[in-house]
C-alpha cells in the first residue's frame, strides 16, 4: 500500500541553523500539506502546497519557513534559522484530487530537537 | 473559523470495556469533512474515518463505530471490546471544503488508555 515517508525520522540541531525536512508524498497524490505537533499537545497546520504554489499558510508559518517540491517525487519543509520553540513533532500529508479523496495521509514523522 | 472540542483528555478502561470518546465540532460551512486519527505511541498518525457533512449515516468497521449527529455538532467515536492494542492517542479532526487547500482542524486528543 502507498504511504508518505519522511526523512530524517529525528533531526538534532542548535538554535540558529537551518534545517530541510524532507517528504515523498504519495506518488499520484497533488496536494500537499505540513502540520507540527508539539509534544503533547495537538496537531497545527503549517501549510498546505499545490500546482508548486502555496494555498494556504498558517500564523506558524512565518518568513523563517519555506516550502519546495525541487523535483516530482519529494517535498521539503525549510526552517532558515531554528529556535528552541520550534521543537516538535513535524508530519507531512497528501492527498488526492476531487471531494472523493478528501483523506490526508500523513508520513511517520520527523522529531525536531533544537537546542 | 473551525474548531473541534474533545473534552476528555484522559480515559482508562480495563480490557474488553466499551468506549466511547467524544468529539464536537464548530463550522459555519454547509459542506465539511470529519476524521478519526489514532496515534499509537510509536507517534505517526493512522487514518481511521471520513464523513462527509451530507452523510450523517453511523458506521461499523469491527470494534469500532462511530455516530455523526448534525444536530448536536457530534461525531463520536465508540470501540466495542477495548483491547490494549487501542491504547493511543485518538484526535478527531474537521476540514472545510476549499479546493485547493482542505487544511485539517484538529482537537485536542484523547488519551486512551486500555488497562489489561
Known amino acids: 500500500e502507498p504511504e508518505v515517508t519522511q526523512t530524517p525520522s529525528h533531526q538534532v540541531t542548535q538554535m540558529g541553523q537551518e534545517v530541510i525536512l524532507r517528504c515523498v508524498p504519495i506518488s499520484n497524490h497533488l496536494y500537499f500539506y505540513w502540520y507540527r505537533q508539539i509534544l503533547g499537545q495537538k496537531v497545527e497546520f503549517l501549510v498546505s502546497?499545490?500546482?508548486?504554489?502555496?494555498?494556504?499558510k498558517s500564523e506558524i508559518f512565518d518568513d523563517q519557513f519555506s516550502v519546495e517540491r525541487p523535483d516530482g517525487s519529494n517535498f521539503t519543509l525549510k526552517i532558515r534559522s531554528t529556535k528552541l520553540e520550534d521543537s516538535a513533532m513535524y508530519f507531512c500529508?497528501?492527498?488526492?484530487?476531487?471531494?472523493?479523496?478528501?483523506?490526508?495521509?500523513f508520513g511517520p514523522g520527523t522529531r525536531l530537537t533544537v537546542l | 473559523a473551525q474548531k473541534v472540542t474533545q473534552a476528555q483528555t484522559e480515559i482508562s478502561v480495563v480490557e474488553k470495556e466499551d468506549v466511547t470518546l467524544d468529539c464536537v465540532y464548530e463550522t459555519r460551512d454547509t459542506t465539511y469533512y470529519l476524521f478519526w486519527y489514532k496515534q499509537p505511541p510509536s507517534g505517526e498518525l493512522v487514518f481511521l474515518i471520513r464523513?462527509?457533512?451530507?452523510?450523517?449515516q453511523n458506521e461499523i468497521s469491527g470494534r469500532y463505530s462511530w455516530n455523526f449527529q448534525k444536530s448536536t455538532s457530534s461525531f463520536n467515536f465508540t470501540i466495542t471490546a477495548s483491547q490494549v492494542v487501542d491504547s493511543a492517542v485518538y484526535f478527531c479532526?474537521?476540514?472545510?471544503?476549499?479546493?485547493?487547500?482542505?487544511?485539517?482542524?484538529f482537537g485536542t486528543g484523547t488519551r486512551l488508555t486500555i488497562i489489561p
Open positions: 502546497f499545490y500546482n508548486n504554489e502555496i494555498s494556504e
Open positions: 500529508a497528501s492527498r488526492g484530487s476531487g471531494l472523493a479523496v478528501a483523506t490526508q495521509y
Open positions: 464523513r462527509n457533512s451530507f452523510d450523517e
Open positions: 479532526a474537521l476540514s472545510e471544503t476549499n479546493f485547493g487547500n482542505e487544511k485539517l482542524t
